[in-house]
């Protein structure tokens, strides 16, 4: 059993001197370090500790905000690391997925993060249901109106192809060719 490290600081004018110190401390036998804002999905540091870390191993943070961009994405990675027998520790919070309350505590994040998800669908649905009550349709306003449709039905009458329509009325040609067939065309 190793303990392998991980360290993040978001920008380059920061350093990871307190967290290496602390990871150290605690016994960390390698250390791999990121310079990259939390919510990049691409942290080359965090790709070579997660390949690095061996069954029986425990990948140790000074906190859990250096490892996951969001508690679903932390979620994700400690799960992913318990399915290959690899342990997790965060110094500040002291949680150790190696004991039985540390897993505790993590099921409870996973709770925690599964009722967010789920109180930001149902606010979602709500708005909507809301803005609909008032007339209001969410999306993209619709780009062909009657008017350069009517246009567009001249130039073809006077020799031009769809296309060539298409392009003077500055839509694409198939919301042209969907219009000319009689979808939705707002008035």
């Keep these: 059993m190793s303990l392998i490290g991980y360290a993040r600081v978001s920008t380059e004018?920061?350093?990871?001197?307190l967290q290496t110190d602390a990871l150290n401390a605690v016994g960390c036998v390698r250390i791999f370090e990121d310079s990259v804002s939390g919510v990049k999905a691409d942290r080359p540091g965090l790709s070579a500790?997660?390949?690095?870390?061996?069954?029986?191993d425990i990948l140790v943070v000074w906190r859990l905000d250096r490892l996951g961009r969001s508690l679903a994405h932390l979620i994700e990675v400690?799960?992913?690391?318990?399915?290959?027998?690899?342990?997790?520790?965060?110094?500040?919070?002291?949680?150790?997925t190696t004991t039985s309350g540390g897993r505790l505590i993590f099921h409870v994040f996973g709770?925690?993060?599964?009722?967010?998800?789920?109180l930001i669908s149902e606010r979602t649905r709500a708005g909507?249901?809301?803005a609909a009550e008032r007339g209001r349709r969410g999306g993209r306003k619709p780009v062909m109106t009657s008017e350069k449709l009517q246009r567009a039905r001249e130039y073809i009458a006077?020799?031009?192809?769809?296309?060539?329509?298409?392009?003077r009325i500055r839509v694409g040609k198939t919301t042209l060719y969907a219009a000319l067939q009689g979808e939705t065309i707002k008035r």
Aim: overall charge negative; charged content about 25%; hydrophobic content about 40%.
């Design 13 to 17: 004018e920061q350093n990871t001197a």
């Design 49 to 56: 500790a997660l390949e690095y870390v061996r069954e029986g």
């Design 78 to 96: 400690i799960n992913s690391l318990q399915a290959r027998g690899i342990g997790f520790r965060s110094v500040t919070e002291s949680i150790d």
């Design 111 to 118: 709770a925690l993060s599964q009722f967010e998800r789920d």
């Design 128 to 130: 909507l249901a809301a």
């Design 158 to 167: 006077s020799g031009l192809t769809a296309r060539e329509a298409a392009a």
